[in-house]
């Protein structure tokens, strides 16, 4: 894709699942990558696949340890022109009087408020850059109700308002912003959530599974490569007139 090549761009959560799958792929079209992630495992494995990428290990929930990570990876990458806001965690399944204030807030500080302390980070570099690019990830959950999910639906779709109040905010500095919604994305972090559910309402995984598949239009999850390939999309010179939209790669979830 046009106009990516060259590009200086921070991804969080990097190591893994739909991180790592941008990562790899915006490595390959010669965009120069710093990421962090939680993992000193996941990170080690990651480094190994992308040559000459920056690794950190920092929480996004944590203002030092974000800041210690953007001081590192700017010094190394020189300047900035995109940040990819991937990093979340799926959070508590439950009712609301079942789920803790502190899974609560926990959920939201990392799929949240974490954005919040990247593009706080980020957009001084965007600027003196003349403009980029911000995709943050938000969720199918960001556009239905989500029963016993409430924290992880709560934090996506204020993830969606996030997204509007920066492209009008940014816009006249030529900084785009961006969110893109995976549906149920194939992976450990999926099959945690539906065994979950699959146990708190008495079901086989395989029929909790069947039942989420039949909620989508194309009756498939996703995979974290359909993710990456949208980011690199809104990050090309194709998507430069793109800002403050919502994309689902989701094969049309029809409802949660």
């Given amino acids: 894709m046009a106009g990516l090549s060259g590009q200086r761009i921070v991804v969080t959560a990097g190591a893994g699942g739909i991180g790592l799958a941008i990562a790899q792929l915006l490595h ?25 990428a920056f690794a950190m ?6 203002e ?10 700017l010094d190394k990458l020189g300047g900035l ?7 979340g965690i799926a959070g508590p399944t439950g009712g609301v009087e079942a789920i803790s204030p502190s899974d609560w ?4 500080d990392i799929n949240l408020t974490g954005q919040f302390l990247c593009a706080h980070l980020a957009v001084p570099h965007l600027k003196a850059a003349g ?3 911000i995709v943050n990830m938000s969720s199918s959950a960001g556009r239905h109700g ?6 992880y639906s709560a934090a ?12 009008k905010e940014l816009g006249p500095d030529n900084i785009r912003v961006n969110a893109i919604l995976p549906g149920i994305v194939a992976g450990p972090r999926m099959e945690g959530v539906i065994r979950a559910r699959a146990d708190q309402v008495g079901v086989s995984f395989e029929e909790m599974e069947a039942r989420y598949l039949q909620t989508i239009s194309l009756r498939r999850m996703v995979t974290p490569q359909d993710v990456a390939a949208s980011v690199a999309f809104l990050l090309s010179d194709a998507g430069r007139n793109l800002s403050a939209m919502s994309f689902n790669v989701d094969g049309n979830v029809e409802t949660l």
């Avoid at 989500?146 to 924290?151: K, M």
């Fill in 28 to 52: 390959a079209y010669g965009c120069r990558i710093a990421f962090c992630d939680v993992s000193d495992e996941a990170l080690a494995t990651a480094s190994a696949e992308l040559p000459g």
């Fill in 131 to 133: 403009g980029g690019s």
């Fill in 105 to 108: 807030r926990r959920c939201i």
């Fill in 146 to 151: 989500y029963a016993f999910r409430t924290p």
């Fill in 156 to 167: 996506k779709f204020g993830i969606i308002g996030f997204t509007q109040s920066l492209a």
């Fill in 81 to 87: 022109d995109a940040l990819i806001n991937n990093a």
């Fill in 57 to 62: 290990r920092a929480d996004v929930s944590s």
């Fill in 64 to 73: 030092t340890e974000m800041e210690c990570f953007f001081t590192a990876a």
